[in-house]
């Protein structure tokens, strides 16, 4: 999960953020924290315990009826092709942006090394199968972190920054902020500066309302897969919690350094171009045996995305399209002939829709806003009876449309456009789950009994089992309260602010004895 979310575009994309913005900047993904670690207590068990094979699938697990054969077939194409390819679109486009400077390849020739390295991708992922893609993603994480690690060290130390205590003398005060100025205004500067209310916003219903690869509210996708895939829920649960650690607290400093060095060395970059001040401080500072191994880093990066993407792909356009509504009968031999030729044509589509993409930021505001809203169905139908098929099917083609309206009637921008389509959505699917009926009694009764969620059900699962949702709750506090305190302690240690880095600290103590107090009570590993 850590490897697959470090693809070749997120130290670009991080560049970006705190070139334009600062470190405050990073907000836009760092408040997704509370999210994963809400997946992390309330359902990494959940999805070990449903024995399914991948998200998608769960759908006819929960809800019953021609509507959920509807939905599951939908989202198989909706998911495995339509979305995937964009995903895959962004990251062929860092890719080659990377390319081009180091190499100074022309557009034609980066899209064809791009799709050589997807192809090797491709062919050990149809090969290997997912396990062969998580052993490459774990050898592949290594040689990422390694080689962004060593650049932020060589930059760092470069003498036109003089190492940690230059770069904090040379950069604008406000790019050293952790927190966004909450005045309303443009900052002249660069910082971001916005109201309290929409920081609040972020902060408070980004991560739960909006679906978005890798950080579905309640997990799915790629992060399902591989929680259903451990051998028990208690290996899912620490998994994930792993996940959430490593991806906010281990990963983003070497990128936010050499964010923040890019300010200082490549000051002529355009808002645009800012994203490339990181690979042009690969080509200037890393001395040649070096820039080797940063490039292998970044094709590391690259194909441990892909090939996850790839075979998360094929997994639901085979189990959950072809065997499902095609050939029920399909055996396992012409699964895994199907889901090899599925993963070529994805490779090809792929390619193809990169060529139509022109800009990494615009996919990532359409993926977020094309599924806001969604995200309080995909959460209550594991806990709450009356959710049913039609709330999902609701909720995941509202925000499309109310993402057209936004954009294309009111003219609004995000993250206007953003609220308003989670407020339409939510009140749709409401409106939709009280108009329509409730699923089935006996599927419903057959659901609790296989998965035991708690919350509310008319049935009861294992009284013996069931996990106390109170002090699941304070594990997930406590967890966040954590993470968040070791990402800003280690900030405010490496920019030299001690004493600001002191309450982090404590904090981070605090979270921690709430986290292992509340795992302690609650059953969720028995």
Same mark, same amino acid.
Not at 467 to 473: D, F, I, R, T, V
Not at 516 to 524: G, P, Y
């Given at each position: 999960m850590v490897a697959t979310t470090f693809a070749a575009d997120t130290p670009l994309a991080v560049t970006e953020l705190v070139g334009q913005h600062g470190i405050s900047g990073n907000w836009l993904w760092w408040s997704y924290l509370m999210g994963g670690m809400l997946t992390t207590f309330f359902f990494a068990r959940l999805w070990r315990r449903a024995q399914i094979l991948t998200e998608v699938e769960f759908i006819e697990l929960r809800y019953s009826g021609k509507q959920a054969a509807f939905l599951r077939g939908f989202k198989a194409v909706y998911l495995g092709l339509f979305m995937n390819v964009l995903v895959i679109g962004w990251v062929n486009l860092a890719l080659m942006s990377l390319l081009q400077v180091f190499f100074g390849l022309s557009e034609s020739s980066a899209l064809l090394y791009t799709a050589g390295a997807m192809a090797l991708a491709a062919t050990y992922s149809s090969l290997g199968g997912l396990w062969g893609v998580a052993v490459t993603d774990?050898?592949?994480?290594?040689?990422?972190?390694?080689?962004?690690?060593?650049?932020?060290?060589?930059?760092?130390?470069?003498?036109?920054i003089g190492g940690l205590e230059g770069l904090t003398n040379k950069v604008p005060d406000w790019s050293l902020d952790f927190f966004p100025r909450l005045n309303g205004q443009t900052d002249i500067a660069g910082a971001l500066s916005i109201s309290f209310g929409a920081f609040l916003a972020y902060v408070g219903v980004q991560w739960w309302a909006s679906w978005y690869p890798g950080m579905e509210p309640g997990g799915g996708g790629?992060?399902?897969?591989?929680?259903?895939?451990?051998?028990?829920?208690?290996?899912?649960?620490?998994?994930?919690?792993?996940?959430?650690?490593?991806?906010?607290?281990?990963?983003?400093?070497?990128?936010?350094?050499?964010?923040?060095?890019?300010?200082?060395?490549?000051?002529?970059?355009?808002?645009?171009d800012l994203k490339l001040g990181y690979v042009m401080a690969m080509r200037d500072y890393l001395p040649s045996g070096w820039r080797g191994l940063m490039l292998v880093a970044f094709f590391a990066a690259y194909m441990s995305t892909i090939s996850t993407q790839l075979n998360w792909g094929a997994g639901y356009l085979v189990n959950d399209g072809y065997k499902r509504f095609i050939r029920p009968q399909a055996d396992d031999k012409e699964q895994v002939q199907v889901s090899r030729l599925t993963t070529v044509a994805l490779m090809l589509i792929a390619l193809y829709a990169t060529t139509q993409m022109e800009s990494i930021s615009g996919v990532w505001t359409f993926l977020i806003e094309c599924g806001a809203g969604l995200g309080g169905v995909l959460i209550l139908r594991w806990y709450w009876?009356?959710?049913?098929?039609?709330?999902?099917?609701?909720?995941?083609?509202?925000?499309?449309?109310?993402?057209?309206?936004?954009?294309?009637?009111?003219?609004?921008?995000?993250?206007n456009s953003f609220f308003f389509t989670v407020g339409t959505t939510t009140v749709v699917w409401l409106l939709v789950t009280f108009l329509t009926k409730p699923e089935n009694e006996e599927h419903l009764k057959a659901f609790v009994l296989r998965v035991n969620p708690g919350g509310w059900w008319p049935y009861s699962g294992d009284e013996?089992?069931?996990?106390? %949702?109170? /002090?699941?709750?304070? !594990?997930?506090? @406590?967890?966040?309260? &954590?993470?968040?305190?070791?990402?800003?302690?280690?900030?405010?240690?490496?920019?030299?602010?001690?004493?600001?880095? %002191?309450? /982090?600290?404590?904090? !981070?103590?605090? @979270?921690?004895?709430? &986290?292992?107090?509340?795992?302690?009570?609650?059953?969720?590993?028995?």
């Open positions: 774990a050898l592949q994480f290594f040689v990422a972190m390694t080689g962004t690690i060593v650049l932020a060290v060589l930059v760092i130390r470069s003498p036109e790629y992060a399902a897969q591989r929680m259903m895939s451990v051998k028990k829920e208690e290996d899912a649960l620490y998994a994930t919690l792993f996940f959430q650690i490593a991806h906010y607290c281990l990963r983003p400093w070497p990128w936010i350094l050499v964010g923040l060095a890019a300010m200082v060395l490549y000051p002529e970059l355009s808002d645009g009876w009356r959710i049913n098929a039609w709330s999902e099917i609701s909720a995941t083609v509202t925000p499309i449309i109310a993402y057209a309206l936004a954009h294309f009637v009111f003219d609004w921008d995000f993250p013996n089992n069931k996990p106390k %949702l109170g /002090y699941l709750a304070l !594990a997930w506090m @406590g967890a966040t309260v &954590l993470t968040y305190s070791v990402l800003f302690a280690t900030g405010k240690w490496l920019l030299f602010s001690f004493y600001d880095a %002191l309450p /982090y600290f404590i904090s !981070a103590i605090l @979270g921690l004895i709430a &986290l292992k107090f509340a795992m302690n009570k609650t059953k969720i590993l028995s």
